[in-house]
């Protein structure tokens, strides 16, 4: 794109008709100046495209490295620079630093100066010493120093200089944009990299407490009901006869809540036997209401999925049915399973009365409710995602895709 810039039209030769001679003096007098406006209007159009240009392309980085190249590329424009260095300050916020770069100006290339420094160059800095110098700093505090070098001992270019301190500013604010954005990643990842840690411990206590429960206290409850029943035969039609059958009932009773307890916690089929054994358990014992219809749906028939996508899977149809059971009023029920190449598709649908899916999530999102988030952080984390589609009155949909393969170990 061109910048547009007044030239020299406002000025006029001279009006011929006076002396030849003067006229010819004035003339040339005339062209000296025009040539003299030529260079330094042009000089200044030129700057200005350059800016323009730089205003463009700065702003769309999103890597330090290369918007640093490009920082130095038109700082040497601008200035006239044959070398350009970059030193960041010791420590740009929490710990993040830039690299050091060193820019050839006639090769046009970047060096990082981690690593050696072209022999050329080094003997151009220690040469020049006039180097001009500026601070790049923004919100984020001192970003580091641009140091532009003159091409020769002589000095940098007449008139290329008015426009740098507008490039610092922009060159600033580029960088300090950079670096926002990279830390705002890293403490993203940080974040998801915590939630599943939390509930990859949530699922190993969950397992922990459903064992400990099943395999103590079930047992200990099995041994008093045994002892209880013994005690009974002897003492048929004794006094105690009824209070012993009453807490033999009691302890059944225990029991049964215990059993129901160590399944919630985390349904041994799901270790034992995989995920759609346990989505086909789940089904027919716990999605029970008057007046509906469940249906399981799998293909391959004998599909296994990682142990991370099985847990979520299985998680995500449990919240689903749970909802179905505790809102939809449905009458119908379809949990559908399938392996789509390197994905796992997961849909439970209901033909309940449906619901407005943004108001939910909102409301969700201030804290109303837990389901809808964690089913969507459970796909998240487990490397998939998740849709929600449903209307009022038109039932309900909730699909996850999730890997079918296992993931590499993270770095
Ligand atoms: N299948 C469904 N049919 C109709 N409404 C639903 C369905 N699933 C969710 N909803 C609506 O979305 C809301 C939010 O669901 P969410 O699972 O987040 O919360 P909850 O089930 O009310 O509580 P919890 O945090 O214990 O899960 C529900 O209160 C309900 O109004
Ligand atoms: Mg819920």
């Given at each position: ?274 995920l759609?054994?346990?989505l ?16 399981l749906?799998v293909?391959?028939?004998?599909l296994?999925l990682?142990?991370?996508s099985e847990?979520a899977c299985f998680r995500i149809a449990?919240?689903a ?14 949990v559908l399973l399938r392996r789509r190449?390197?994905e796992a598709l997961l849909i439970v649908h ?25 089913m969507?952080?459970r796909a998240?984390?487990?490397?998939g995602?998740l ?10 949909m909730v699909c996850a895709l999730l ?9």
């Amino acid at each position: 794109m061109q910048a547009h810039y007044p030239r020299q039209r406002a000025l006029s030769p001279p009006d011929r008709g006076s002396s030849p001679a003067a006229a010819d003096i004035l003339q040339r007098s005339y062209q000296t100046l025009f040539t003299a406006l030529e260079q330094v209007f042009g000089q200044e159009a030129q700057g200005l495209q350059w800016l323009q240009e730089a205003c463009l392309a700065l702003p769309g980085q999103d890597n330090a490295a290369s918007l640093l190249e490009a920082i130095c590329h038109y700082a040497a424009q601008l200035s006239g620079a044959s070398v350009v260095t970059f030193e960041p300050s010791a420590k740009v916020c929490s710990g993040d630093r830039l690299p050091p770069l060193i820019y050839d100006a006639e090769a046009d290339r970047a060096f990082l100066s981690a690593g050696p420094t072209p022999p050329g160059l080094a003997a151009q800095i220690r040469e020049r010493r006039s180097a001009l110098s500026f601070s790049l700093a923004g919100r984020v505090g001192a970003l580091g120093t641009l140091k532009l070098y003159p091409p020769k001992p002589g000095g940098f270019p007449a008139g290329r200089q008015p426009l740098l301190q507008p490039f610092i500013a922009l060159a600033s604010l580029a960088l300090q944009n950079v670096v926002l954005v990279h830390q705002a990643r890293r403490s993203q990842e940080r974040m998801q990299g915590l939630s599943r840690q939390l509930l990859e411990a949530q699922e190993t206590e969950r397992r922990h407490i459903a064992r400990e429960l099943h395999d103590e206290v079930g047992q200990n409850l099995t041994a008093i009901k045994i002892s209880l029943q013994t005690m009974e035969r002897y003492l048929e039609g004794g006094r105690l006869e009824a209070p012993i059958a009453e807490s033999i009932a009691i302890v059944d009773g225990l029991l049964k809540q215990v059993q129901a307890l160590t399944v919630g916690l985390r349904p041994p089929v799901l270790d034992d036997l995989g995920l759609v054994a346990a989505l086909r358990w789940y089904l027919e014992r716990r999605v029970r209401a008057p007046g509906l219809r469940a249906r399981l749906s799998v293909w391959p028939h004998a599909l296994r999925l990682p142990p991370e996508s099985e847990t979520a899977c299985f998680r995500i149809a449990q919240e689903a049915l749970t909802n179905i059971l505790r809102h939809a009023e449905a009458s119908r029920v379809a949990v559908l399973l399938r392996r789509r190449g390197r994905e796992a598709l997961l849909i439970v649908h209901d033909n309940g009365k449906g619901f407005d899916v943004g108001a939910g999530q909102a409301a969700a999102l201030q804290g109303m409710s837990l389901g809808l988030l964690t089913m969507e952080e459970r796909a998240r984390l487990a490397g998939g995602r998740l849709e929600i589609r449903s209307e009022p009155g038109k039932g309900t949909m909730v699909c996850a895709l999730l890997p079918a393969r296992a993931r590499r170990p993270s770095g």
